[in-house]
């Protein structure tokens, strides 16, 4: 997804923007129908061929083709634009990473990235808003959050987007209100 030097090997970190495709390994009938997000990369979301064709038709949204082995479909990667301004009130996170971790986070010894510990959506401090999303359909935050070599970042989609992927397969998506500062 971003080359061999385009990620921490300690931490999970992507160093930089992705550019190439996520290679899943899974079973020709074990691949999900609508959306999925594989287990290891939790602000992915994959789309079916022909969920992300009609996504790709109404919203202006960045898709890369999922890499299955042994192929049987095409699925697509949604990427989000990652925002530069941060989404949560660093005291906030600070309050609630220190009241569920007991200490709110930690930075690489090998990329010095900070990483906010993992928060569930609930536990999030209120999001602020910035006129940087105007125009995207997926964002991503600046933040990373995680542990060990688990790191993702927190993504938002316009509600139209969301709520088109939830019809498509309400078992595996929903659709949350974001709490706003």
Not at 120 to 138: I, K, M, N
Not at 139 to 158: I, K, M, Q, T
């Amino acid at each position: 997804m971003y080359g061999e030097d385009g990620w921490c090997h300690s931490c999970g970190v992507a160093l930089r923007e992705q550019t190439g495709s996520m290679i899943v390994k899974i079973p020709p009938k074990a691949v999900p129908i609508g959306v999925w997000t594989p287990n290891w990369q939790f602000d992915s979301q994959v789309l079916s061929e022909d969920l992300a064709a009609m996504v790709a038709s109404r919203f202006s949204v960045r898709l890369i083709p999922v890499e299955l082995r042994p192929p049987s479909s095409r699925p697509q990667q949604v990427v989000p634009t990652v925002m530069a301004s941060p989404w949560f009130d660093h005291q906030l996170l600070v309050e609630a990473t220190t009241a569920r971790h007991g200490s709110p986070g930690n930075t690489c010894q090998e990329c010095g990235v900070w990483r906010w510990y993992g928060l569930g959506f609930e536990q999030l401090p209120p999001a602020t808003r910035s006129s940087e999303w105007d125009g995207h359909d997926v964002v991503a935050s600046p933040e990373w959050f995680g542990d060990g070599c688990n790191a993702y970042r927190e993504v938002l989609f316009r509600r139209e987007l969301a709520e088109l992927i939830v019809a498509a397969n309400p078992p595996r998506a929903g659709v949350r209100e974001v709490n706003w500062a």
